[in-house]
Structures are given as structure tokens and as C-alpha cells.
């Protein structure tokens, strides 16, 4: 697992369409921002490890940040307690970075860090107009009651093993099928009410049709 990353913003246009869901001048100024009820539009990413959810996230928020949007791009990864933590991390997401964020508000969550395998700095993610979530567990019931869209990322699993460990090195080894052990308690994306696009990650179109999916999520929330 890597526990750094960062997500890009900008504003869209004054005047343009999308400018009804809170995106003008004002977005990045710390205002209450997002679709009717002034929060943000939140969309989530999910699939398990190695389905290639954090590389589909990356290309939106760079898609969408040329659109115009004032994105904020966070990954579940970042908070996850430790190997073991996966449910306690979809938990966390859940209660300090989802329901805020719905309400308007600005999530503080713990980090953990990964290289000690202890809690790491607090970090912030800001009520963007559009935030992406991403990570194994983002599109659970329990988020999914919060998130505005969800998409499903799915891959055979000889597949996501070689991604993973080509991206961490032999330091995930050991722990592949702990983890693996700990996504089979999660509900299939087939048993998840609300999943909007479910992608297979083999398809060479998958991420257009992810920011499709996207660019139609905010058009939507546009016209509220």
C-alpha cells in the first residue's frame, strides 16, 4: 500500500451549466459547495485490490480538473489501520470522511502509517464541488447511502496479484491473501444496491466509460 498521494482541482467557468451545482468563482474559497443542498457531489470507485481503481481515479480527477471541475480526490488506503484493517477502515471512511463531506463540511480523518504500522498525521479532504473516493470498500451499503454514484471496477484475480505486486513490490507478498481473505467478507458489487457502472478492467475503453460516467454524474447534479 502507498499512503501518499494527491488530488488536483481547479473552477469551472462562470456561466457555464455547470455552474448550478456551487463550481463558480467562489469553489476553492472553502464554501459550502456540491448539487442543490450546497455539499459536494461525491462518486465512488470501488473493486478489490489491484482491479486498477486507484489508476481510473487519477484519470478522472485529471479528466474532470481540465473539464473545469473543482475536484478533490481521496483514497481509502490512506486510512486503513494496518493489514487487518480493512473493515475498520471502511468504517472510518464511512463516519469521518463521508458523513461530513455529505453535509457540507470538511472530513478530518487519521492516516495510518504503513511503514511503522501505527496512526499516522490527521489530513483533511475539503468539500469540493466533486470529491472521488476510491478504494477497496468505497461503494459499500453503508457508504453507498451517502455517495451520490458508484462505479465497480472488477478483474480476475490472477490479474489484480500481478498488478498489486507489480505496484508494491514484494512487500505485499506476505499479505495478499490476508487481504484477499478480508475483501471476500465484503458484498459482491451484484449484491450492492446502487452500483451505477460496473467495469471490467481488461475492457481498453474502461476509463471513458468511467469518465462518462462522471461527466454524466455532474451534468445530472447540474440540473437539480
Given at each position: 500500500m502507498?499512503?501518499?498521494h494527491d488530488g488536483g482541482r481547479a473552477v469551472f467557468a462562470a456561466g457555464s451549466p455547470e455552474a448550478g451545482l456551487g463550481l463558480g468563482a467562489g469553489a476553492g474559497s472553502g464554501a459550502k459547495l456540491g448539487p442543490g443542498a450546497g455539499r459536494p457531489l461525491l462518486l465512488g470507485i470501488d473493486g478489490r485490490s489491484g482491479a486498477g481503481k486507484t489508476s481510473i481515479a487519477a484519470r478522472?480527477?485529471?479528466?474532470?480538473?481540465?473539464?473545469?471541475?473543482d475536484v478533490e480526490l481521496f483514497h481509502l488506503e490512506d486510512l486503513y489501520p494496518g493489514?487487518?484493517?480493512?473493515?475498520?477502515?471502511?468504517?472510518?471512511?464511512?463516519?469521518?470522511?463521508?458523513?461530513?463531506l455529505?453535509?457540507?463540511?470538511?472530513?478530518?480523518?487519521?492516516?495510518?502509517?504503513?511503514t511503522t504500522d501505527s496512526p499516522g498525521a490527521e489530513r483533511v479532504t475539503r468539500p469540493a464541488a466533486v470529491v472521488l473516493c476510491e478504494g477497496v470498500g468505497a461503494g459499500v451499503p453503508a457508504a453507498r447511502g451517502l455517495l451520490d454514484a458508484c462505479l465497480t471496477i472488477e478483474a480476475p484475480s490472477e490479474l489484480r496479484k500481478e498488478r498489486a505486486l507489480a505496484r508494491?513490490?514484494?512487500?505485499?507478498?506476505?499479505?495478499?491473501?490476508v487481504w484477499a481473505a478480508q475483501e471476500e467478507t465484503l458484498p459482491a458489487?451484484?449484491?450492492?444496491?446502487?452500483?451505477?457502472?460496473?467495469?471490467?478492467?481488461?475492457?481498453?475503453?474502461?476509463?471513458?466509460?468511467?469518465?462518462?460516467?462522471?461527466?454524466?454524474?455532474i451534468a445530472t447534479a447540474a440540473r437539480r
Amino acid at each position: 500500500m502507498n499512503p501518499v498521494h494527491d488530488g488536483g482541482r481547479a473552477v469551472f467557468a462562470a456561466g457555464s451549466p455547470e455552474a448550478g451545482l456551487g463550481l463558480g468563482a467562489g469553489a476553492g474559497s472553502g464554501a459550502k459547495l456540491g448539487p442543490g443542498a450546497g455539499r459536494p457531489l461525491l462518486l465512488g470507485i470501488d473493486g478489490r485490490s489491484g482491479a486498477g481503481k486507484t489508476s481510473i481515479a487519477a484519470r478522472l480527477s485529471e479528466a474532470l480538473t481540465t473539464d473545469g471541475a473543482d475536484v478533490e480526490l481521496f483514497h481509502l488506503e490512506d486510512l486503513y489501520p494496518g493489514w487487518q484493517g480493512l473493515a475498520a477502515g471502511v468504517e472510518a471512511y464511512v463516519r469521518d470522511v463521508l458523513t461530513p463531506l455529505r453535509a457540507g463540511d470538511t472530513a478530518r480523518w487519521r492516516t495510518w502509517d504503513w511503514t511503522t504500522d501505527s496512526p499516522g498525521a490527521e489530513r483533511v479532504t475539503r468539500p469540493a464541488a466533486v470529491v472521488l473516493c476510491e478504494g477497496v470498500g468505497a461503494g459499500v451499503p453503508a457508504a453507498r447511502g451517502l455517495l451520490d454514484a458508484c462505479l465497480t471496477i472488477e478483474a480476475p484475480s490472477e490479474l489484480r496479484k500481478e498488478r498489486a505486486l507489480a505496484r508494491d513490490g514484494e512487500t505485499y507478498r506476505p499479505f495478499w491473501d490476508v487481504w484477499a481473505a478480508q475483501e471476500e467478507t465484503l458484498p459482491a458489487a451484484a449484491d450492492r444496491p446502487g452500483v451505477d457502472l460496473t467495469l471490467d478492467a481488461r475492457d481498453p475503453a474502461a476509463a471513458e466509460r468511467a469518465l462518462s460516467w462522471a461527466r454524466t454524474a455532474i451534468a445530472t447534479a447540474a440540473r437539480r
